[in-house]
């Protein structure tokens, strides 16, 4: 499937059972265990240095329906709107479930709504907090960078684009990639990014080039999110809230790189922050199955850019 543009493999048969009593022990084990068939999924020639999946897996909570585990280029991720959304779609229509679906995430619960009339799945999302705003990090070639760092399932810095002159189009992707990977690196050797709950979700995920209405996400190593990035989009309603510049319940449309939009708003106040709300849709793109042959050289995956 994609949203919004960004792809989503969903892995349905063929994967071990992955077991660990939460979510987060699964991904422990599926980081140590199943990284070659990450891969395999993932790179070329099955896939490219862009493609994103996902597992689903034995729930954690006796009233979710699934647990799921997502995983990119780099490894396996902790949270992801735009799977969220498409998975929204996916159950429903395979009569997996009905209505609501339960999700266990490593980051935490997600519910999510699919509407057959509208093909829009809204999803409610992890709290989301911010930890800073207006900090401030060297960056090799570019200068001090002013960006804020909230969390939204994955912990993003969120740099205005303007101040870097520059722009959130196709054609400026490859500056994009390099500026977000040197502002990743720069802060992540800045310091310590810190879970209040979870040492597992104390890692810096991405970095965020935010215009007026519009995200581009760069995360991973060097991927460049299709979509608004509902995590993102999710951390973006915190900051918002916390400057004054969205009430609860009031919304706003962020567009991604290729235009398409996530509308998103903070739900509900917690004490840390807010628990977010993100709509969006997803598409079908096609049905596959996949062959590793053993004589196969280039089995395990390869990536070239």
Not at 71 to 84: I, K, L, P, Y
Not at 204 to 232: K, M, Q
Request: glycine share 12%; proline share 5%.
């Amino acid at each position: 499937m994609h949203t919004a543009g960004e792809p989503l493999r969903i892995v349905l048969r063929g994967a071990p059972d992955i077991p660990g009593e939460t979510i987060l022990d699964q991904r422990r084990w599926a980081m140590e265990h199943l990284d070659v068939l990450r891969r395999q999924l993932m790179f070329e020639p099955r896939g490219h240095a862009d493609m994103y999946g996902a597992f689903l897996t034995k729930p954690e909570r006796p009233d979710s329906d699934f647990g799921v585990l997502f995983m990119h280029n780099e490894g396996f991720s902790t949270m992801c709107g735009h799977a969220v959304i498409a998975l929204g779609r996916a159950v429903v229509e395979s009569g997996l479930t009905e209505s609501i679906l339960r999700l266990d995430t490593p980051a935490g619960l997600v519910l999510s709504s699919y509407d057959v009339g509208t093909g829009q799945t809204t999803f409610e999302g992890i709290e989301s907090f911010v930890s800073e705003l207006d900090a401030k990090v060297e960056v090799p070639g570019v200068g001090e960078v002013k960006y804020d760092l909230a969390f939204g399932g994955a912990f993003y810095a969120y740099v205005d684009a303007k101040a870097l002159d520059l722009e959130l189009i196709p054609s400026e992707t490859g500056k994009l990639i390099d500026l977000g990977r040197r502002m990743k690196k720069a802060v992540m050797e800045s310091g310590e990014i810190v879970h209040p709950d979870h040492p597992d979700l104390g890692f810096l995920y991405g970095v965020i080039f935010v215009g007026p209405e519009r995200n581009v996400c760069v995360f991973a190593d060097g991927e460049i999110d299709r979509s608004p990035t509902g995590t993102g989009v999710s951390g973006r309603m915190a900051i918002h809230f916390e400057r004054g510049e969205l009430a609860l319940g009031e919304s706003m449309t962020i567009a991604s790189i290729t235009g398409e939009t996530f509308t998103a708003s903070p739900y509900r106040k917690t004490d840390r922050g807010v628990v977010p709300l993100v709509s969006g849709k997803a598409y079908v793109t096609g049905r596959s199955s996949f062959v590793i042959e053993d004589a196969d050289p280039l089995k395990e995956g390869f990536l070239i850019r």
